[in-house]
């Protein structure tokens, strides 16, 4: 890297910490063994982005992830043949994604990030959906940074600047650590760094995603272990 | 407790989990040995009530902890012999609200409760601030909550309210651990249950405390560890 390094690693979550798609699967074919869960995943993920887009126009006024997701899984439940779930199967159900697994690579990769620099999460995911992920899954972050703390999802620039913020920090001196090249674009419009980790397996075995380099991000890196040896720890 | 066991423990920071006083007479000692530590610290900390209240009336517009300890610090330093600081002398003092070690008890303690509930502090101290702090102390919170997060300052309810609602959780679910009984009373206003816990060194040792039981908290404990044991940890 030829500027020095960065003080706190804002980490992406769905996807690049943990497996939301195989995450999901598993629970399906436990509760709803009927379903093809890999189609469930991915409708579920799907409406994710439209249901953000309805809070970021203002359609909706501030939404967090928790409801969005009850949002969705309601508009999708008939289409997987599951009308009939009652409400405490459909709560229990939405709460899979407080339940997410990490990549295996995760909880050793921060460890070793966590002796040298700050580490947080910045995701969309709301407070307590991150902590009781991290509580379960054993994620060490430093602090919980999420888009309910700044009441704006990304890629709004108030997400990625309030990261600098909240620690007194330069823009340059925060690097985000994700798996999906938009999010990393935006962070480097705000000034942040950036590292973009392979995650070919995020929609699953059977959509293999191309995780080859692009220009643009200052690291790429196969997984947070490796982004631990780029960064010295 | 004639109630079932709460999920969400919310800890009071400053004087209930770490020593501001004893942290911040030990700096000045190393730094500036010729002022009285004792007093200084006192002063200090006599500003902080008075500067929140000019956010709470809206005097000021929301201000983080670290910006009015800043203005507390700059219109004491002429008494103690201090005006001569320079901005990074100020700054880095500024930063032992950062710096604050634990009390003894603090870590083991919290460690034990984590195993069995979700601990996080309620503190009128910044996100920036609470981290650095744990980070340096070893405080293994699961999140940092703060006004900051709720944009308001104890004892606003938004935020004893608010962290039973990034929880998910019924108020009375959430229990506040604080050496402060005003901290106590204001949050059983809102539903939350009650833990006292005995600092009778908060203002140093030519300043006992007294900390003999009083009506209203659910829990009366000696220190953290003591808290573990009541709450069966």
């Not at 020095?4 to 598993?26: E, Q």
């Not at 469930?40 to 953000?52: I, K, N, S």
């Not at 705000?190 to 059977?206: M, N, S, T």
């Not at 293999?208 to 997984?223: A, N, T």
Request: charged share 20%; with cysteine.
């Amino acid at each position: 890297m030829a500027q020095p390094a960065p003080k706190v690693l804002a980490f992406d979550v769905f996807g690049t910490v943990v497996d939301w798609h195989g995450s999901i699967v598993r629970e399906m074919a436990a509760l709803h063994p009927q379903v093809d869960g890999d189609a469930f995943a991915l409708a579920w993920r799907a409406g994710y982005q439209p249901a953000m887009q309805r809070v970021r126009s203002g359609q909706l006024g501030w939404t967090r992830i928790d409801e969005l997701h009850r949002l969705i899984l309601d508009e999708i439940l008939p289409r997987f043949g599951l009308k009939h779930l009652g409400e405490a199967e459909r709560a229990h159900l939405n709460r899979v994604w407080h339940r997410l697994s990490a990549w295996p690579d995760a909880v050793a990769g921060l460890e070793r990030l966590k002796k040298r620099y700050t580490i947080a999460p910045l995701s969309n995911g709301n407070i307590g959906l991150l902590t009781n992920m991290a509580k379960r899954a054993g994620l060490p972050w430093d602090c919980i940074l999420s888009a309910e703390v700044f009441r704006a999802y990304k890629p709004d620039p108030a997400t990625y600047l309030g990261v600098a913020q909240v620690f007194d920090v330069a823009p340059s001196e925060v690097m985000l650590c994700a798996a999906h090249h938009d999010d990393l674009q935006a962070a480097q419009a705000c000034g942040l760094r950036a590292a973009y980790i392979e995650r070919p397996l995020e929609f699953g075995a059977a959509h293999i995603k191309d995780v080859s380099p692009q220009p643009g991000p200052e690291l790429h890196v196969r997984d947070i272990l490796q982004l631990a040896d780029r960064l010295g720890c």
